[in-house]
């Protein structure tokens, strides 16, 4: 390994929407700091997920692999390599923050990291089902704090905020700055949680743009976490030193197609996702169709090292030696069996702005041209000349596991505490 001087952070934004940033043409005024940021960084614009929801995609980001390359996952198999273990095999520091039970020691995602923060042991409350990101910036900035003295060694540094995730129940400082005018109390917030995103329950147009506009609210939160904590890396002297990867790991869907929350549907509102890097002196757009999977090669690329050799995905940079290349996606019901439903799958592929969905179990196919089609609602896979080809592309990745692919193992994370996982289900 080569060590090259620069520290790399990866900020992550638990179910943030693209289109919720300025820097994506979102004209509320919700990320005034990460648009900020955007604009001294560089953007991409297509960049994909590899699933709906975080089982599906994290293992994209930090795994660089697929959620069911190693049949049902209940647990992150190790077959699988954390990003964490490359960098700590070759004399860097690995640090990660997060409060998300699905990517706790429990499940599975401890391995390779110098300090682990999940927050699995700390009590949270069914309106608040996770550590809020003030929180979770307190114990980052205290870890910066002790360990950035004289010459430290290179680090990594992984922090998660959840602070976007249903249920949606805003403080009010948070709802001051984007919607005034709304007046409920939190726990009339929650009775919308439970009586609209549970049930899956869009037949209110009304409930579902308020449940909407808390989730903005939300997505205005965030922002004021990721401006301390670069304050703190600016103070401290770190920023001038690192490269800064910002992304999500999926969106939420709000009726664009039938449904609310994030579940096992591949449409843009679920897996475009925003992404952009500072830092390397390099600003401006890039439009380069890019995967989740090709984070943790960027990040082990920017140290020097090279990646897992069972890593899938490979480095954005440099950004003028990419080439075209499609993106895949797969996801399992998550709702209808515990531990999620595998006769209930759900792949995409995606190559420039054609995307082509494929559920096994009802044999049915959709195929969408993003350029014309934005919101995917005129399936022309009966009539597209590519449809064929593109089917042939993504068939053989359905059910690869069934055959010679055994499954990981192991059982599903729980959160000790008076609440619930989210509240619901995932």
């Not at 401290?236 to 197609?257: A, M, P, Q, R, Y």
């Not at 897992?308 to 490979?314: D, I, K, L, T, V």
Request: proline content about 6%; charged content about 30%; glycine content about 8%.
């Amino acid at each position: 390994m080569v060590v090259q001087r620069k520290n790399v952070i990866l900020i992550t934004i638990d179910v943030l929407r693209k289109d919720m940033l300025g820097c994506y043409g979102n004209d509320k005024g919700l990320t005034p700091f990460i648009d900020s940021l955007a604009e001294k960084s560089t953007l991409f614009t297509r960049m994909q997920a590899t699933g709906p929801y975080t089982q599906a995609s994290f293992p994209g980001i930090l795994t660089s692999s697929y959620y069911l390359e190693y049949g049902k996952p209940t647990r992150l198999s190790t077959k699988r390599t954390i990003v964490s273990e490359v960098l700590k095999k070759g004399g860097i520091t690995t640090v990660g923050f997060h409060s998300n039970p699905y990517l706790s020691e429990a499940a599975g995602w401890n391995r390779g990291w110098d300090v682990f923060y999940d927050s699995m042991q700390d009590d949270v409350e069914p309106m608040l089902p996770y550590i809020r990101g003030e929180k979770i910036n307190e114990k980052t900035i205290k870890w910066l704090n002790s360990y950035v003295e004289g010459d430290y060694k290179p680090f990594f540094l992984w922090v998660h905020y959840m602070d976007v995730h249903e249920p949606y129940v805003p403080e009010r400082e948070f709802v001051d700055m984007v919607y005034p005018e709304i007046s409920m109390n939190k726990d009339a917030m929650f009775d919308l949680f439970k009586n609209y995103i549970i049930k899956q329950n869009v037949s209110n147009p009304e409930k579902v743009q308020l449940l909407k506009q808390l989730y903005e609210i939300h997505v205005r939160e965030a922002d004021t976490y990721v401006e301390t904590l670069f304050k703190a890396l600016e103070d401290k002297g770190v920023l001038k030193d690192s490269v800064v990867i910002i992304t999500s790991d999926h969106g939420d869907e709000f009726n664009e197609h039938g449904g609310l929350s994030h579940r096992d549907k591949m449409y843009s509102e679920l897996i475009d996702t925003p992404l952009f890097i500072y830092g390397t002196g390099r600003n401006g757009e890039c439009d380069a169709l890019v995967s989740n999977v090709d984070i943790s090669p960027t990040i082990t690329h920017l140290f020097g090292a090279d990646p897992a050799p069972n890593w899938e995905g490979r480095s954005f940079l440099p950004l003028d030696q990419s080439s075209p290349k499609g993106c895949f996606g797969e996801a399992i019901d998550q709702k209808s069996k515990k531990g999620g439903d595998m006769d209930r799958d759900i792949y995409f592929y995606r190559e420039e702005d054609l995307k082509i969905i494929y559920r096994p179990i009802e044999n049915r196919w959709e195929m969408y041209d993003l350029q014309v089609d934005p919101s995917e609602q005129n399936n022309i896979v009966d009539s597209h000349p590519r449809a064929e080809e593109m089917k042939a592309i993504l068939k053989p990745r359905a059910r690869r596991w069934s055959t010679d692919r055994p499954g990981g193992g192991g059982g599903r994370p729980r959160r000790p505490g008076r609440g619930r996982v989210f509240g619901a289900r995932k």
